[in-house]
């Protein structure tokens, strides 16, 4: 048992280390991350959503920042220039923030989509004619 798990994560490692290879090699910028998902859809808005969150970031020099969700520091990185960070996570609408300090250097808002429309307004009474 202990084989097929030491197997599986040796798979995701390698796996997060290839994506995170070929997203540094698409990186023009000093300091730039990849998100995902940043939208996400539930049944029911007010139920939020919960999904597994990724993220890698990478910079051309060493920084110590700190990954933040909703105002909540989830994972930090000492004089690193990349990492990676993946949680199921349950949201309803906030903000993902890296920070060097209290300096926000980079930001994405989530975002959660309802599978259930707005109710809608009836445009004219049911009693007209016309």
Partial sequence: MWRVQCCLALLLTVSLSSQAERAADQCAEPL???VSPIVCVADKLEQGCEAEL???WFSDTPRTVCLYLAEQAERCWQEATSGQWRQQVN?????????????VLLSTELQVLSRQP?????????????
């Fill in 32 to 34: 730039c991350w990849q």
């Fill in 118 to 130: 707005a109710k809608r307004r009836r445009i004219s009474g049911a009693w007209s004619i016309f």
């Fill in 54 to 56: 990724r993220v890698i």
């Fill in 91 to 103: 949201w309803q609408r906030g903000w993902l923030s890296l920070r060097q300090q209290q300096q």
